[in-house]
């Protein structure tokens, strides 16, 4: 297994409106470019948390937040990006990272490599206990 060191920086972008952390990206920048920066949205702007080039379809990346808190960053198979909170929470181990992508009725999600609860990526919903769920960051590529 190969591990990835990414360097963070803080950005923000000022805005009349902070983006919501419910969708996988904003309709005007589409987390499906090839390259550029990915961006998460965290507190009142946008964080950058490594360059689009850098993620490998089908794995995840975890990233410490300013805050230090943990998200999952995923190239999903078809090229688009998703981020949800590192941290499993039937577990609390900080694992997501490291889970399992997949899909079910055409919904991409993330298997937890510890007991295999899966969370749907655009809303972090878990689809093996409906009263579990993740937190999920909206994501842009730049």
Not at 75 to 89: E, I, Q, T, W, Y
Not at 101 to 116: N, T
Request: proline content about 8%.
């Amino acid at each position: 297994m190969t591990t990835a060191t990414i360097t963070t920086t803080r950005q923000s972008t000022p805005s009349a409106t902070p983006a919501t952390p419910a969708t996988s990206a904003t309709p005007d920048t589409p987390a499906t470019s090839a390259t550029g920066a990915v961006r998460l949205a965290h507190g009142d702007g946008w964080f950058t948390v490594c360059d689009r080039g850098l993620l490998t379809p089908g794995r995840g990346v975890s990233v410490l937040l300013p805050d230090g808190d943990q998200a999952a960053v995923f190239l999903d198979r078809s090229g688009r990006v998703h981020a949800v909170g590192n941290r499993d929470p039937f577990t609390g181990a900080y694992v997501l990272a490291r889970g399992l992508l997949g899909s079910a009725g055409g919904r991409p999600f993330v298997a937890s490599p510890l007991l295999k609860q899966r969370f749907d990526l655009a809303t972090g919903a878990c689809l093996d206990d409906e009263d579990v769920s993740v937190p999920v960051f909206a994501v842009r590529v730049e």
